[in-house]
């Protein structure tokens, strides 16, 4: 004899089943209520119930309650699902070779359900995730396998970080460092000292000659620039401070291309706060922009489209251009010329232009990315405005333009935060 059960699933509240970069999510859990206690018998197949995972078949498994009227069954998300608009639940109950009966073991036939409302029950766990906002130790998984840091991540991933030449950084106790060449730099911000990410920049190249030299050609000062102190950079280096009285200016004429964006910065710290003027770049004719140094050091940057073949990176206090502040003292550092929309990390010169070059970092994604299935989220800080050419956070590519996948930011540099 075969009896018909009515069976209700109920939902207990909604859920997230996400990964941590260190544990697979939790188990989801239905409850479906019998009207009177059954037994399950999964001698030859486990009951389940199909689950719908943005459009992947998974299965909800019996797990507890033989013997009662309420069923558990669970839900183990698997290495790639991901379903942010809830998953769906389909009916009837799948007996998968199992039997379930009342006490008197009768079994039962109709397992149809009312398919409850299950758009809260969200699934996140990537095949692959990358957390560079906690520094060389990071937090990274890949097909579910948790990994301490970048470099035996990568050997595991087989991926590849590379980059032919040194370049600069700043630390997380603020101070600018120089990463070897094929070191990754994790970047932190110099005031806030929070964490940026992994950098990532193309090739670039500093026009400005002597950046941390100023009184040896080419530059020129309009008065006398002297040395009256020392203070200590941003490098931790012990650098000059001179007297900028308000007959004084600073500048570099750099040959550069007409038509093409070009930034100018450079550090700056006074002994006091004063307003004083800036050059645009890549003009012939007179414009400042007034910048406001103060008694800390600050990256100055102004960036423009060039309409002349040479740009003055200039620094001016003179009374006759509208300034003149009188007893003002000023230090400098890390000057710097380039063709860019914003400005990136300094690259230092002596007696010739210097480039750094690009940041390359790769992940072969057969063993974890399904693009019939799976999704690519990236999440960056792009520092610089948004103008010019974009940074590339993500580009899945097979060199034919026929399958490509790519996240761009605008106005970088980029630093790389969570991908998954």
């Known amino acids: 004899m075969t009896k018909n059960l009515l069976l ?9 089943a996400c990964a941590s970069a260190w544990a697979a999510p939790a188990d989801v859990n239905f409850t479906v209520t019998m009207s009177e206690a059954v037994n399950v018998n999964t001698g030859s197949g486990t009951p389940r119930i199909a689950v719908n995972v943005d459009g992947q078949t998974r299965y909800a498994t019996y797990s507890a309650g033989t013997g009662t009227s309420s069923l558990t069954f669970s839900y183990a ?20 070779g199992g039997v379930i009966a009342d006490l008197n073991g009768n079994p039962e036939t109709d397992l149809t359900f009312t398919v409850p409302n299950t758009s809260g029950v969200k699934v996140d766990y990537p095949s692959l995730s990358m957390d560079f906002t906690n520094g060389a ?71 400005a000659i002597q950046s941390n030299n100023f009184t040896s050609a080419p530059w020129v000062d309009c008065s006398s620039l002297i040395a009256s102190s020392t203070t200590i950079a941003p490098d931790g280096s012990t650098v000059p401070v001179y007297p900028f009285s308000n007959a004084e200016c600073l500048f570099q004429d750099v040959a550069i291309s007409s038509g093409v964006d070009v930034t100018h910065s450079i550090w700056i710290k006074a002994n006091k706060t004063a307003t004083i003027g800036f050059r645009v770049p890549g003009i012939s004719t007179f414009t400042n ?10 990256r100055y940057t102004v960036s423009n489209t060039s309409s002349h073949t040479v740009s003055r990176l200039l620094v001016d206090n003179r009374t006759g251009n509208g300034y003149g502040v009188t007893g003002l003292q000023l230090s400098f550092y890390g000057a710097q010329v380039e063709y860019n929309s914003f400005a990136s990390s300094y690259i230092p010169t002596t007696s010739a232009t210097a480039t750094r070059a690009a940041d ?6 057969g063993s974890w990315y399904n693009a019939a299935s799976q999704t690519l989220w990236g999440s960056a ?30 106005g970088g540099p980029l630093y790389g935060g969570i991908i998954t």
């Open 381 to 410: 800080y792009a520092n610089g405005a948004n103008s010019g050419s974009a940074a590339t956070l993500a580009d899945i590519n097979n060199n034919s333009f026929s399958e490509r996948f790519q996240i761009r930011i605008q």
């Open 360 to 365: 390359n970092f790769t992940l072969p994604i």
């Open 137 to 207: 130790s990071g937090r990274y998984t890949i097909n579910g396998t948790a990994y301490t840091s970048l470099s035996s991540f990568l050997t595991a991933a087989s991926g590849s970080f590379t980059r032919a030449s040194t370049a600069t950084y700043f630390d997380s106790t603020g101070t600018l460092q120089t990463a070897s060449t094929n070191t990754p730099r994790f970047e932190y911000d110099p005031v806030t000292l929070q964490p940026k990410g992994l950098l990532l920049e193309s090739n670039q190249t500093n026009l």
């Open 8 to 16: 209700t699933l109920l939902l207990a509240s909604s859920s997230f």
């Open 77 to 96: 998300p698997t290495v790639g699902d991901l379903d942010l608009d809830g998953v769906a639940l389909t009916s009837p109950l799948d007996l998968n």
């Open 289 to 298: 922009q007034d910048i406001t140094v103060g008694t800390s050091w600050q």
